[in-house]
């Protein structure tokens, strides 16, 4: 069974500043997937950046960063220079295997740009 | 990453029809498609795992019988809620399981009236 739960339902961030969200999660999987989908006002779900559990190295796009502790079961994402279209609902999720299996999804996160 | 469609983007029903949804891949052979619910302002809840060619696996707490699913191409699932109702209303959304991940449609909202 997964679970994954982010405590944060809302956060607000200045354009051109760093915001972090935060994401824990459970597992009985040996391995397993982490990623963070980002869903505009118009619903579509777009991912941002995944993360396999068997590496060590934090994973990264562009303005988009992980800080994945796997002792601590905790995947964090990190927004740099935040622009407007970031505003958006993120979710953390988790998944078996590749990720292409079944996902869980955390409660979300919107997130506000301020101009 | 996959091309996903569906079809149709929103609709309203009265109480008591039936309701046909699509999920289209195109641009990738789909053996598995995932059929998710999402409540206004909440999360994806995992309705059922459809596979091509044979029955759909539901998520506990999913009745099979009000949410039939159809998966009889690599590239078409369809999800058809039955004897709709007004609790029913939601934002349907699919995806497809890829090589590393999912690939999701732009969503189905149902209202029911």
């Known amino acids: 069974a997964q679970t994954v739960t982010q405590s944060q339902p809302e956060m607000s961030v200045q354009e051109a500043e760093t915001v972090t969200l935060s994401c824990t999660y459970d597992t009985s999987e040996s391995d397993y997937y982490l990623f963070w989908y980002k869903q505009p006002p118009s619903r579509q779900m777009i991912l941002v950046i995944r993360q396999e559990a068997y590496k060590q190295q934090n994973a990264t796009e562009n303005r988009f960063s992980v800080n994945f502790q796997k002792a601590a079961k905790s995947f964090s994402l990190k927004i740099s220079d935040s622009q407007l279209g970031d505003a958006a609902m993120y979710f953390c999720a988790s998944g078996p295997n590749f990720g292409n299996e079944k996902l869980t999804f955390g409660t979300g996160t919107r997130l506000t740009i301020i101009p | 990453g996959a091309v996903v469609s569906q079809h149709p983007s929103w609709v309203i029903c009265k109480s008591g029809t039936s309701v046909k949804i699509e999920c289209r891949s195109l641009?990738?052979?789909?053996?598995?498609m995932f059929w998710y619910r999402q409540f206004p302002k909440q999360s994806l809840m995992l309705m059922a795992t459809?596979?091509?060619?044979?029955?759909?696996?539901?998520e506990q707490g999913v009745e099979k019988d009000k949410f039939l699913i159809n998966h009889a191409s690599l590239t078409l699932s369809t999800l058809t809620v039955t004897s709709a109702h007004p609790e029913d209303s939601s934002f349907y959304i699919c995806?497809?399981?890829?090589?590393?991940?999912?690939?999701f449609g732009p969503g189905t909202r149902l209202l029911v009236l």
């Open positions: 995806s497809v399981s890829g090589r590393e991940t999912q690939y």
């Open positions: 459809s596979n091509e060619g044979s029955k759909a696996t539901y």
């Open positions: 641009d990738f052979q789909a053996t598995t």
